[in-house]
């Protein structure tokens, strides 16, 4: 090995420099580059987008589908309201439930038969 500051031919194991005195490398972990201040951190991070999961609309459909609030979660606005408005009436005349409860039983159907990719498709992008 050599002496980074002189290029004094150096044994290997010694310390110092005896041409210049600079401290060797030897034995010395060289810092990781990423250790660097000035070094720009990797802008690899982006905040996660607004992702629609097939499995929590899936559970949102088996547990609150009476009210639609898979459709909700889903940003079918539209759909998940009056399913929402049919099932809290449901709530005290059962036979509006019943409708929902169909309606969301279908849509559960619909999200276990829809592949990941045809989910992407319509509800991802
Ligand atoms: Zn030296």
């Known amino acids: 090995m050599f002496c980074k500051n002189c290029g004094q031919a150096l044994d290997n194991g010694v310390r110092f420099c005896p041409n210049c005195g600079t401290e060797t490398t030897a034995g010395v972990p060289v810092p990781p580059a990423a250790s660097d201040p000035v070094a720009p951190r990797p802008a690899t991070y982006a905040p996660p987008r607004d992702r629609k999961e097939k499995s929590i609309a899936l559970i949102l459909c088996l547990f609150f589908g009476c009210f639609g609030v898979h ?4 940003k079918e606005q539209k759909e998940g309201c009056v399913m929402l408005v049919i099932g809290l009436f449901g709530l005290f005349l059962l036979i509006p439930l019943l409708v929902t409860g169909i309606w969301s039983l279908i849509n559960l159907i619909q999200l276990l038969t ?3 990719e045809e989910f992407d498709r319509k509800y991802n992008c």
Do not use: I, P, V
Not at 71 to 74: A, F, R
């Open 114 to 116: 829809m592949g990941s």
């Open 71 to 74: 459709k909700l979660y889903l």
